[in-house]
């Protein structure tokens, strides 16, 4: 027997009751791209909220453990009940958690990023807004809410009036914007190339700001992939600007975000454990030169070149905001209506043939089937001149063509094609000082030697398995 009031149970701590509180509150999952647990309200917005890290769960649960038993958590409590948390994360099969924009099915789904989790639904038979998202997402402190879509009947004229282009540039990005919006495809890299004046950067600052609105949607080259993979991470959307020459590596991490192959880090707080970050983005890049892109990311690439602007038709950044800003609604709902027409359209889409950035094709043959363009053509002949402009600003690739363009075919290691070459004197910037970076150099530039017509082929050959590269320019029928 005890007396009234004395309970002799044991008390339970401040951790328990944060992990007992969140359960209640909160779905716990984790996500499949990165493994990372999230914490999703029960009956608020749709919104994934990183247990770890600076995604406001903590603060969240020390808020709803105050509010409900009045009193404040310690920091050593609310670090227990994370732990304890994403063990519990760990027992529910990983789950898509999408940044800004997501798929269920046939439908699109584009966060909004307002602070009530409104969104819009896009699917074949038209578009609507929820105020709760079918899909999770998690938002970063990059990103800014898009406004709310409302029709105006005027179509994408007042965009057309914003942005410095001719008629074909202006399509080829619409069918740009529109691939942004499938996040499960690959997406080609836009390339704005101009000299200055031709207002690239405004250019890609109205063009993000229409899919994924950023308070920094300018980012300069990043100087290593973990800062690329920091930068990327935050954004559905990213634009480096102003970019004259691209490294090798950077070359090959785009690409990689083009195609959505994943990205290995070490995890925090640990000495071996590593995290696998798998993510697609939308990229565009604004460039005097494209020729200054290496060979295999140029395969990837859609060319827009803004003309220069006459002094008598220069307007004021503030002109070009302010309009911007109060047709952005009918914009976005224009596009919209036209994602919709191209998802009904895309189930009967055939190519006879798979070309470059084929899931991209497709959006194109679909959008011109909708609205009478020819953008699919556009970006075929524009891929080509990537490929020459790659080639001509390339001693060793342009050495190369000529050499092959001349002999028609030869065949040889990475070492006997140095030899084979004159070297220009003295050495250009880029040209390989041995059969190793020869080698590389080939490898990255064969796309856009097998776009002048050039096989490339290579194997392993002999005892001590030499690579053999074989280059050869069929006959012309």
Not at 60 to 86: C, D, M, R
Not at 153 to 169: A, M
Request: net charge negative.
């Amino acid at each position: 027997m005890t007396q009234d009031g004395d309970d002799k149970r044991p008390k339970r701590s401040q951790a328990t009751l944060l992990v007992e509180l969140a359960r209640r509150r909160y779905k716990l999952l984790i996500s499949s791209d990165s493994g990372r647990a999230y914490a999703v309200s029960q009956d608020g917005s749709n919104v994934a909220l990183q247990l770890r890290g600076n995604g406001g769960f903590r603060a969240k649960l020390a808020k709803h453990f105050a509010q409900e038993y009045g009193t404040v958590p310690s920091q050593n409590a609310l670090a227990e009940a994370l732990i304890v948390l994403e063990g519990f994360a760990a027992d529910h099969e990983p789950e898509p958690v999408y940044l800004r924009v997501g798929s269920i099915g046939e439908q699109i789904v584009l966060d909004l990023g307002s602070p009530d989790g409104r969104c819009v639904v896009a699917g074949p038979g038209g578009w609507s807004t929820t105020s709760r998202s079918p899909v999770v997402f998690r938002r970063t402190n990059a990103m800014q809410p898009l406004p709310v879509p409302i029709r105006d009947n005027r179509g994408l004229q007042p965009l057309r009036e914003l942005l410095n282009i001719d008629d074909e540039g202006f399509q080829l990005m619409v069918g740009w914007l529109l691939a942004a919006m499938l996040p499960e495809i690959p997406h080609p890299i836009l390339a704005l190339k101009g000299e200055q004046g031709t207002a690239k950067s405004m250019t890609a600052r109205l063009l993000l700001g229409l899919i994924d609105p950023s308070g920094a949607p300018l980012r300069t080259a990043p100087r290593d992939p973990k800062t690329w993979v920091t930068s990327a991470s935050a954004s559905w959307t990213v634009c480096l600007d102003n970019v004259s020459t691209i490294q090798p590596w950077l070359s090959d991490t785009l690409c990689r975000a083009v195609t959505g192959e994943g990205f290995v880090d070490r995890a925090l707080f640990t000495d071996d454990d590593v995290v696998v970050l798998s993510f697609r983005r939308a990229i565009v890049i604004t460039t005097i030169d494209a020729g200054a892109l290496a060979g295999d990311l140029g395969e990837r690439l859609l060319l827009v070149e803004p003309p220069l602007i006459p002094r008598s038709r220069r307007r004021s950044e503030q002109d070009v905001q302010t309009r911007y800003a109060a047709a952005r609604p009918a914009i976005l709902a224009e596009l919209l209506d036209l994602l919709s027409a191209v998802l009904a359209t895309l189930a009967r889409v055939h190519l006879d043939s798979m070309p470059r950035m084929a899931d991209f094709a497709r959006v194109l043959v679909a959008l011109d089937e909708v609205t009478g363009w020819c953008t699919l053509d556009a970006y075929l002949s524009r891929a080509d001149s990537v490929s020459a402009d790659v080639l001509a600003n390339d001693p060793f690739g342009q050495a190369v063509l000529d050499f092959v363009t001349e002999s028609r075919s030869w065949e040889g290691t990475a070492t006997e094609l140095l030899a084979a070459l004159e070297m220009p004197d003295p050495r250009p910037k880029g040209w390989p000082r041995g059969a190793s970076q020869g080698g590389g150099q080939i490898r990255r530039l064969a796309p856009a030697l097998r776009d002048r017509g050039i096989e490339v082929a290579e194997e392993r050959v002999g005892k001590n398995r030499d690579r053999l590269l074989r280059l050869h320019m069929p006959a012309e029928e």
